[in-house]
Structure formats: C-alpha cells, structure tokens
C-alpha cells in the first residue's frame, strides 16, 4: 500500500495531521469475538497524551478516542475498526511564521521537496502526533495477544548520560514516574536533568526498551518478513528513531561464538542473548527490542537554516515541544511490537494451524 | 506475501535451501532498457561468496548465475527476470548426524516448531546461502541506480575487537583485503585475529557499513514505509543480524538538540548526524546505516543443547563453517539497501512525478 | 492487506456498518497539489444517495462528507485523505426482529460462520451502505484523473426486460432520469415496471456499463495485474455483482478470429472488440466494461430459510429497501474503474517513466 | 508486489517468455508437511500442454517440470516452491519478420508502448505459454486442498456456436476428448467444426465452467477481497479471456428477486443461483464460474495492420498456433481457482480459527 499501512492479516491504516481536524486510524483484520471498548484504548492512549508532566509539551489534547464500526454489543465483528481523535488544541497561529522556513533537523525540508508543498502547521504529517493512532491501534493488539497470553511491555532505559541501573528494575515503577523508568533513584535524577535541561532550552536523546511474554514458538516467516525484520521495520518507522536492536543487539560485533549462543537443556534456554529470536523466528523466550530516539530538533536555541528562497536565516523555535520525544515514547514502542506480533501470529496461523508439533517446549531460561 | 518477497514495485522473491537443488530468484518491476548481464550480476556474486580467503567457509561454490528471462538484445524488457544458480559442492552427509539435533542458536529448533518437521541440511532455508541470491537481485537494483547516479557501497567497520580507524580509511582498501576493511592496517590486524580465532575453535561477531550517495531527495513513504524503516526491515533481514542504525544511531542516546541537529546554510548541510534521512524522507546527503552481525554458531567447540526427544545432548559442529559470518556480509548488506533505494525511487516517481519543486536543493556537506 | 483496502500506490480502505456511527475511508497515495473539496465529492455522494427517487430505498441520508485530513490550503498534500459519513437515518428497531433470521441470499448465514456472530442491523458491513465510501473515494481518483484528460462514466444499460436502444444513446440524457438511462424511452418504460415490480413487492437485476475515456497506451501490469483483471477484481467486488465483462465480453465466445480482432490502421483502429485493453494494457481505445447485477433478496414476498437454532422459518423483509440495487450502482461502478484506473496511472509512471516512446500512437476508431 | 506475483499468503510469482530459456514460478506460501512431488504436477501441465490433438498449436514442448526446492523427503516444508520447464521447441527464426510488426489484436502495439521495446518472439511474454507455470503452480494448491476435501474441476461448456447439453453431462468424458467437453456428442461436433475452421484458417472462441466441491463456509474477506472478487480477478488474468460470471451471470439482469434467491430449509439450500458466493463470502455450497475466452488473433488469413513506422501492413501470421486458445484453458482456469480458494482458505483460517461456529452447517442443494 501507499505507506500508511501496517501489517499483512492485522492491518493499520492511519491518517492525520498534527493540526487537522482529527486523527484517524482503520483497524483491519481484528480477529471477531473479542470484547473491546473504548476504555481498553484510552488506557494507553493517556500513557501516550501530552501534558501529563512539565516534563512534555504543554499542549492539552484530551485525546478522546471514539470507535465508529467493527464492534457490536460490545465485541469486535472481524470487520474494520474505525478509530477517531478529534484535535482540540490546535493554535495554528503558532507556526504561520514558519511556512516558507526549513527547520533544521525537521522534516520540513524533505517534505517541501518530495510533496511540492507541505502543511506547515505544526509539522504536519510528520509530527509526533501521528503517533496516537498508532497507539490506539496497538491497544486493539494488546488486547488480542492477552487473550493468547501475550504480554508486551516497556520501559525507558536509558535518557541522555542517565541509565537505569538492572539491580533497581521494578516493573512497578515503570508507571509510577514520569519517565517510564523501572529505576526509582534514576527517575528522580532525570527529573532534575530534565529541569535544567528545560531551563538551558536545549534537548536530549533516550533509549528505550519494549519486551514481549508469552510469545509462542514459531513466529515469523523467514525469510525478508523475518519477525525480527518487521519488528526493526516498525520499530524505526517511530519519529525521531535512529536505531533498533534485538537481544543484545550492537554488542555482539564484539561477542564470540561461544559466549553468544544460547545454550539449550531439557530445563530450558540457559541464557537470552538472542532476545528471543533465531533465524527470524520466535523461540518462546521473551522478545527483546531496544530503539534510540533522538533528541527533538525543535529548540529556543537559534539554529542555522535556509527559508524557501535559499536565504540563510536563523531559527527560533518557539510553541511547545518535548524536549525529550523519548519520555512520551514508551507506549508508542509497545503498540508498534503488539501489531508486529499479532500480525505474525494470525499469519503462522493461517499458513501452518495443522502443524501438530511434538517436539519439547522449552521455556525462556529467565522466567 | 508469503514472506520471500522484498519491495513493492521493484519486488525481490528468493526460493533455495543450502543443499536443494538450485537457489533462484524473480527480480519483478525492473524497469525496461536497462542494459544487464550475467557478468553484471556475477561481479557482486564473486565478493560474497565462499571459499575466496582462507578465513570464510571452505565450501567451494562457482555461484554461476543464469538469467532466464527478463533480458532480451542485452536490455531489460520490464517483465520479471528469472535467476538461476545451480548448488555444486553440497555434500549432505556432513549433515545427516544433526538431523535430529538442535544446534544452540540455529534456527533448527524453531523451524521444527514452526513447520513440524525441516531440511535440516545445512541448515536449509535457514542457511547464509539464501543470500546469494539477494547479492544477484541487489546487483540488477545497482545496475538501475547507477542510471540515476546512485551508488551504493559498503565496508567493514569492525571485526570483534578491532575497528577501523576512520583517519585511514580508504574506499580503494575495500576491496583490496578478505575484510573489506578500509583501513589497509586494521585489514592486517584481523588477519592475525582470524587465525587464532580459527585455531581456537571458536567465532566472533562484526559490524557493517553501508552508504549511498546521489540519493535525490524525496524517497521514502511516511509514515509506515518510512526509508530508514523499509533500510531497517531489509537490513534486519538479513541472517545474524541482531541491531541496525541510521547515521549516528544509538549515539543519539545520549546527544543534545544542539549537537545532533543539521544546520542548513546556503551552501550545503553543515553536518549529517541523521544519515542522510529526515522524517523518513532522503534528505539528498549521503545515506548511511550500520547494522551488527552475530557470531556464528556453529563451532568446533562443545555447547551444550537437545534432541527431538528432548534429551539433553552435546553439539560439536563440524564441517566447513564461517568463522565470522561478518566478512561475507558486505555485498548483502550493499544488496539490500540498493533494492530499497530502487524500490522506493520508483514508488516516488510514480506518486510525484508532476512535482515541479522549485526549492533550493542543498548538497551534502562532506560531498 | 485484510481484505478492506484496494489498490497498490492508490489505496483505498473502508470502514463501516449500515447502522455503525458512521462510514470512513483512508485515500491513501492521492498525488499532492491537486485542488480538492469537499464538494467535488458531494457530487457523485449525491448521484448514489438513496431515497432521491420513489425508485429507491425511502431510507434518508444526507450522506454528507467531510474531509479530516490530506487537504490544506485547497489542495492535497500527499499524505492521507481521511473521509467520515456519519449514519443519521438508522432506525435499528426495524432490524432486531432478524437477530437471529437467516434472510435468503443475503450475507446472515455466512457471516454468522465466518466470525461467529454479527452485526444484525441492516446487514451490517454487508450492507450496500458501504459503498457510499467507494464513491466518495472514487471522486478523488476522478478529480486526479481529470487532470490527466481521462474521463470515466457509466449508464445503466438494462433493467431486467428492458435494454436500452443504441440507436437512442445520449449522453444527456443519463442524468436526467431516475435509472442513470442513457434512452429516454427506455427511461420511461423502466418507470412504469418499477411501479408494478414495487406493487408486486418484488425485486428485479440490471446491467451497468461504464466507459473511460482518453486513458493513454500502456496501463496494466502482466501478468496477474493486468488492468482487465483489476477491473474485473473491482466491479466484482461491489454488492450483487454476479458478472463482469471487458468489451464484447462473452460475446466472443461466438465469434471468429477476423470478426473480433481489431485492425489497425495509420488512422487509427478500426474496431473496439477488446474494450480497449489488449494482454492485459490499454490501447489508447475507450475502455468499456459491463456488469450484471442481481435482484435484491429483500423482498416482501415471503420466502423460506431457516434460523439460528435450524429451524425452517419463513422470511418477510420489511423496511426500506431497492427493489433494484442497480439503479443506484451507477457511480459506485465508475468510481471503482476511476480507482483502478488512477492506481495503474501511477504504477505505470512508477515503473516505466524513463520510456519514450517514439512510435504511433493510435486514437480510438470511434472518438 | 509488480504484477507477476498473486495470493495473500499462498502466493505465486512466476516468470518466463514464450521463446526464451525457460518458464520458472516460486509458490511461496505452501503449507508444510505435504506429499508432493513431480508427477503431481506434471499429470496437469499434460493436460494443458500443447500438440496432445491436431486441434491445437503443433509446437512440441514436453513441459517437465522440476521442483528445485521447499520439497524434502517428498514432503513441503513450508519455505518456497521453486519450480522449472525449460523451453525447447523454440524456432525464434519463426518470429523475427514481425520485430517490427504490430499484430492485430495481440499484444504487440500496447508492450512496445509500455516498456519502449518488446521481445517478439512468439509474443514474449505476452504469449500463452506463460500460462503453464499458472497449472504447475495450480497443481499445489489442488494437492493441498483436496487434503481439505475440496475438489476443482473444469471443463468447457461452449465452443463457437456449439454448447454442451446438460442432459448429456458426465464428468467422466471431460478427459476422454480434446475439448473438456462433459458431452461425448457436443465433442464429435467440435471435432468436425474444429477441422473446417482450421482449413479456413480462422479461429473461434469459447466458454470454460470451473466448479469447486467441498468448500467450506466462510472464505472470502469483505469487501474488496471478496471471494468472487478474487476469482474473477484471478480469472480475468488468463489470457484471452473477456469475460467472468458467478453463478447465473448475466442471466441474473433479467431475473426477479423471487426467483434468484436461493431459499434456505433444515435439509440444504433449495437452489444455487448465487454460485456458492453470498456477499464474497464462500455458502459451502459448490462454487461455480464461467469464462468467455475471445478466438486467437494469429491468422493464416491477412489482416490490415501498421508496422513501428506507422506504415500501412498486411499481416498474415504463420507459425504454430491455437485456433481456439479456450480448447488447453480448462486446466488454466482450474488452476487459478484453486489457488484462490487455497490462499482463502489459509486467510481466514489465519484470521478466524478461534470462530466456534455453533449454527446449523447447510449442505448444497444439488450435493
């Protein structure tokens, strides 16, 4: 399709500007029977929403999701779910200056020149704010995949110098800050960081992490929709993304035989470095992605930049911003890893339901 | 599709197993006139494949590759091309003892769960030498690049713990040593590495580069078919692959706004942190992805794993392995990224080609 | 995708139930910059809406379209249309007595199987209310297509005895009645069997035709995308379609070789057998397609079935409904050739830009 | 994917031109752990084969096929079918006076136009010999589906003026004639109108009946991935083919809704006007189509034509051809029915396997 598509069997289809009138989505291929409303989404959906912190943009957008067809007395049909987020706090007056500027590092350049012309409102298209209907339709996924026992999570793992620290990991934390830190102590530190960081009007990049539970053996089709491919596929197509990895990712280039390999007993795998994936495939063990997001170009700091006559001008960035696009992205990794899975899921169930292994299942060495 | 093809109008689909028969590929959407042979074709082939050094598999294999249809008086017609090559050197015998093992982080225990029963020789489908026929399919995208003044090239950044010191490099080094190390002294170091690591039994990971220059600006689909994530999906395909990045990658972790930011000046971008991709669109600088390859697994050294029954067994991996599948991944990886480069060129011009853009066009700034 | 989309670089994805909140489409691939409004989809929404004539279902349904996203300043962007229909004249209470009635020849049984319960009301996504999107997605293509001088009409060419009369043909006139006739006589033959097929509470099948115009040499894709196909996949797909035909269709099942095949000649071709697609292209001629629609089942008349316990009932439909779903197919039939058409357009511009051709180009014999 | 590629997720790609070195076809998609082997597939490529009778083209062509991989121990594995027939009986030289020709009818003009240039041997592409691997792809997807108890048989219900008789109708004689006729003395006629026609030198066409037995309920996903949809898509895509009906077809324009709908009682539907299809979705009653295929334009007698400078031609096509392309359709049109109803199959199985349907199962009336 024309690349706001999604998926083969599970299929996402989004559209919407940041400053448009709503935000769309069209959920299709939900399997039927499976109770969903409105409150399962806005969960996430508020995960994701701005203003929740000093820490993010102050734009206040309720993000009230609506479904408007696919489900009947309370359970999805199996036909398309339309989704809809009406924008409410637009001020549009707040980026008429920069219609004939190019931000640096913003898509705007890129966008003035592939398209001939662009909406300039607030990015546009290429705004983050795209990224709620992903969010919406990740929740439909998450809420299929619970049904088959299959829990995604994530967190924030490391923002600009602050990482947090294994011995402290408590999923419980995860929601208990602003961050998505499973790490208490680092998520205070971050609070001060981000302080002073505000303060400075500059910004900063951040890693974060998204595992997958309960994931079946056999996920996966070799050998260019590997999972792995697909989910680096999904996982790089977030704004702002500029690297993905899986298991111990970048780290191997330094690994021997050896010490990677994931050794096998009738117990189970005796160690993950695979992140719970082999030749493109689920192995049972839990799925391990990591992603690296940049840190946001839209800064009170003055840059250097052309307008669209090719005039050198400076750049001041005002209106609100994340001066951490990392911190808001936590649920956005999750969604996009829950639609990657359940595609996978329904198409090894389509082309191999009447495969009857009767080989051993091992379990993932650390759960 | 069915997960053995790559790319929406120019569309890459692979079949063959390690020992089958043959490995083939149909290459549809190339556009028609271009001028292709066999030798083109070949050039690529004879970089990635075995046996040329003593520090990759021993296995002997010409690579010859036939096209079968497509070409007529030496030029593409536009209808799909049929490629062809024969498997020489199989010898299955060295596989039958592990028909019903396991090897530690080999796809033979997956592929068994998925499909209920696999070609467990050498490793069948799963095997690196599906990827020659990526190379053959990569070189016809080459081959149409060029037209448009696209070239693709890549080299080996890092074998385990020994990178390349970009003060040395040198594009002419590439292909100059077994590595396609670019720095002629690290190409000498890995040489002393490579034979110990040989004798020792045991394999070690790498890292490769891939860039493109000439890439106008404009390719890439948001917001799912973004560039830099159909780079990442194809990257990530490839086999051992574990974590992929877009110009400075994972280093933006830890970067400011102003310090990862791309200034513009009328006279070109001052800097290129985001690897020649903004907002998911070519930005017109060079394009630059990095991706980490595995150890292989298969060793001369004891692991420990499973049978089919589930019994607890000792694997020893004999017969002729690659010791870091890393060195023969450079071709690949220059492959993959030239059939996403081409896919999406076609798709842009298909969907803009009345975009007049009358904006000024920057150079990259280290072009 | 899951079977709501069509189109490759122009897509197009639908949602929505008969008596959901609303019906939504995503235009994915539009080309930017070409003026567009919502009244430019008002048009042929209102030419489809029913109850403009006593000839149809008396539901009342302003059918009023907005356009969330995709427009700015007038003009597409490039990015996706989002369009959303809210549903005001529902009345489900006329429905809930079916819950669990089978109606014959309707979509009740099979989607009961197929998802395990469904939407009750009105036929739910079964409902021809869905194709209210197809129209308005289909004014976008027209709009596009238009700029390429390719224009795309259709006319009912019989309505159960009566077929329309060559020899009266006017184009002006198919606006001007109640049947999309392009006879006047004929138009006012169809009135008086309308009124007594309506007195009978029965239902009746017609024939639509649609032609394009001015559509260039070369669209289609060999071997399984040819434009014929796609055609065929398009119209097939629209509600109580049983039939399809390119051309004389199957009139040359008794034809010969020398009376169908086209000849040529310096001035142009001599005939139009082929309805202007030739191995699966277009020749430059008018393309003409028919199709056959049946009887809608939803009749007054009592008819036998069976409901979800098995048991033999016997089924009255009441409510609103058309006694021949032909007359309003008109320009959902040209909107779906508008679609198919628009997406080749691209495709081929994709694939095939660089050729210049430098032979004759042949204008239709009849234009 | 580009054109030469169809199915979701039983997906066939093939490649090859009529003159060049062989025909090749990947089936990507093939559900693991099936026998198959060479002799499934050659039985029907037989059948289709040219030179089994004087009524088709006397080009000798054996048409083996090898399998060349996703075949172990006789089984599928669930990784890509490679298939290969390399062509033989050749004779280029034939051809090389039409390079600059346009034949009539064929698809000469419209490829040159499309892609610039044309392999015109024997049509290239565009010739009917591409057809084959569309059987050998065909033959999988039967050996798969009759492990689900679903049969696809052909055959041919109409030659020129001459139509089969149902009261004559015996499966048992489609396969003891040249024709497929199901009417031992339909068939005598054929023969002996066969043989006048050849004398002449002209050529008819046909209509081919495709059925499919023991389809469950269920396939085909609303709305433009309409089981039907899909068919008349997948049979449109045949050569020479005009025109495609479900069930009654065009009969149904001039049909009361009383009479089309098939009424549904404990014991079966009562009739089965609809061809098996209701709203796209598959009754599980027996699915019937029909196909018009128009008479081959290669004449022995003169037609008028224009060459590639746009002079005035005379064209008289010698060489080796069908004079009625519909006598070897009947496998072909088998064949894309039953990868249709296999890549369904796989689809909703993928998308619907945890539906527990509970409703009275119907049987078809006529079964």
């Known amino acids: 399709m024309s690349g706001n598509s999604f998926g083969k069997l599970f299929t996402v289809t989004t559209f919407g500007e940041s400053h448009g009138l709503a935000l769309g989505c069209i959920v299709d291929g939900c399997p039927p029977g499976i109770a969903l409303s409105e409150a399962d989404l806005q969960a996430d959906l508020d995960r994701r929403k701005p203003g929740t912190s000093r820490h993010t943009t102050q734009r206040r957008e309720p993000d009230q999701v609506r479904i408007l067809s696919g489900v009947f007395d309370g359970k999805t049909t199996g036909t398309p779910i339309g989704l809809l987020i009406e924008n409410t706090d637009q001020r549009s007056k707040d980026y008429s200056n920069i219609a004939d500027t190019f931000r640096p590092a913003h898509a705007d350049y890129v966008y003035s020149h592939k398209y001939g012309f662009r909406d300039y409102r607030g990015g546009g298209r290429s705004s983050a704010r795209e990224t709620a209907m992903r969010v919406a339709a990740g929740a439909v996924a998450k809420k299929v995949l619970a049904e088959k026992g299959v829990q995604v999570r994530g967190y924030l793992s490391q923002l600009g110098p ?72 999904a996982l790089m197509s977030i704004n702002a993304v500029k690297g993905v990895e899986i298991g111990d990712g970048f780290a191997v280039v330094n690994q021997k035989g050896t010490e990677h390999r994931d050794e096998m007993t009738p117990g189970g795998f005796l160690s993950n470095h695979a992140g719970g994936i082999l030749g493109g495939i689920s192995t049972g063990q839990t799925i391990e992605a990591h992603i690296a997001l940049k840190p946001t170009s839209s800064l009170r700091l003055p840059g250097r930049s052309i307008n669209a006559a090719g005039e050198e001008i400076e750049v001041v960035t005002k209106g609100r911003h994340d001066p951490c696009v990392g911190i808001r992205a936590t649920p956005i990794a999750e969604s996009m890893m829950a639609i990657v899975l359940l595609d996978h899921l329904l198409r090894h169930r389509g082309q191999n339901a009447d495969v009857e292994s009767v080989l051993p299942m091992l379990g993932s060495a650390e759960s």
């Open 162 to 233: 602050i990482a947090i620290d294994q011995s402290r990991f408590d999923w419980e934390q995860v929601e208990q800050n602003a961050f998505f830190s499973p790490d208490a102590k680092a998520a205070s530190e971050m609070e001060v960081y981000m302080d002073a960081l505000r303060k400075e009007g500059n910004s900063i990049g951040a890693r974060i992490s998204v595992q997958a539970t309960g994931v079946p053996v056999g996920l996966g089709e070799p050998v260019f929709d590997r999972l792995d491919a697909d989910i680096a596929h």
